[in-house]
């Protein structure tokens, strides 16, 4: 939206959204409403899906995926899980070698999308520390967004859209749940919702006619928040942390990162090699 705007003022759009927080706070339902607000296709894709096997099949996953967004644009590319598809290179996660060339697939496709301005990649993951730090500088994932858990405003709003279609008693008051549901996230206020109904389900039998304020009470009592408010904090550090670590990423060559290559001799005699005389 507004692209013209951006043009008069001669900047560029942000290319590349990485959205992290706990899991269960609906990122995949924000980048929905984002592709909807903007009136653009969605494509959503899970790491698993792209990940193979065999030998160069990942990276033609990933580029098919990248030129039916060009076709189809303007278009939101939404990668869940993004942490297993590009962890960090030398961190030992996945196959050093195939996770090379994931990684550098991905740069270059991201790379890529700026001659086209209607393709935006958003990203999400419950562990942003394992996303390669290359991916987090300017021109990629220029916007790390926290997603983290409701407000109690936001709890009673995610309540009543899973209460919607549930026969409430007339002592059922949300908001009065949704205050004592700190930290709970989307998915746990559901389970909250669910074991109520099953509660009402027990009590009254097949014969049921409506969910009571006890029923909600009795499931409150058997859930509790997923995330921790040690979590909470240690997620909210993670902001500065991560554009640090992209900003001591060293300059490459190509896709060559100093210390990436080794001379041969060096690896068979096991440090400098002298060079010998000449006669």
């Known amino acids: 939206k507004n692209a013209e705007a951006f043009q008069r003022l001669g900047i560029r759009p942000a290319q590349g959204f990485l959205l992290y927080g706990p899991p269960g706070t609906g990122k995949t339902l924000l980048a929905k409403a984002v592709a909807k607000e903007a009136e653009a296709n969605f494509i959503s894709m899970k790491s698993s ?11 033609q996953q990933i580029a098919r995926m990248f030129q039916r967004a060009r076709s189809v644009a303007p278009c939101v590319v939404f990668i869940d899980e993004i942490d297993s ?3 960090a290179r030398g961190s030992g996660q ?20 700026e001659e086209l301005q209607s393709v935006v990649v958003i990203g999400a993951t419950n562990r942003p520390t394992l996303v390669d730090p290359a991916l987090l500088r300017p021109g990629r994932f220029d916007e790390l967004v926290y997603v983290g858990t409701p407000d109690k405003k936001g709890r009673e709003q995610i309540l009543g859209i899973h209460t919607s279609e549930m026969p409430l008693a007339k002592d059922v008051d949300l908001a009065d749940i949704a205050g004592k549901t ?29 969910v009571k304020a006890a029923d909600f009470a009795e499931a409150l009592e058997d859930s509790r928040a997923t995330v921790t408010s040690k979590m909470e904090e240690e997620y909210k550090k993670m902001r500065g942390e991560l554009k640090k670590r ?10 060559i990162h100093e210390g990436m290559v080794e001379p041969v001799r060096d690896r068979k005699h096991g440090g400098e090699a002298d060079t010998p005389p000449i006669e």
Do not use: C, H
């Not at 206020?189 to 009402?200: F, H, K, Q, S, Y």
């Not at 992209?246 to 896709?255: Q, R």
């Open 94 to 113: 996945g196959e050093p070698q195939v996770t090379g060339r994931v990684v550098n697939t991905i740069l270059a496709e991201m790379d890529g999308l």
């Open 246 to 255: 992209a900003a001591e990423v060293k300059p490459t060559i190509g896709f």
């Open 49 to 59: 899906d792209l990940l193979s096997k065999w030998y160069g099949e990942s990276e």
């Open 85 to 87: 598809l590009v962890p």
């Open 182 to 210: 700190d930290r709970f996230t989307g998915a746990d206020l559901e389970d909250v919702v669910r074991r109520a109904g099953l509660n009402a389900l027990r009590r009254a039998g097949s014969d049921v006619k409506e």
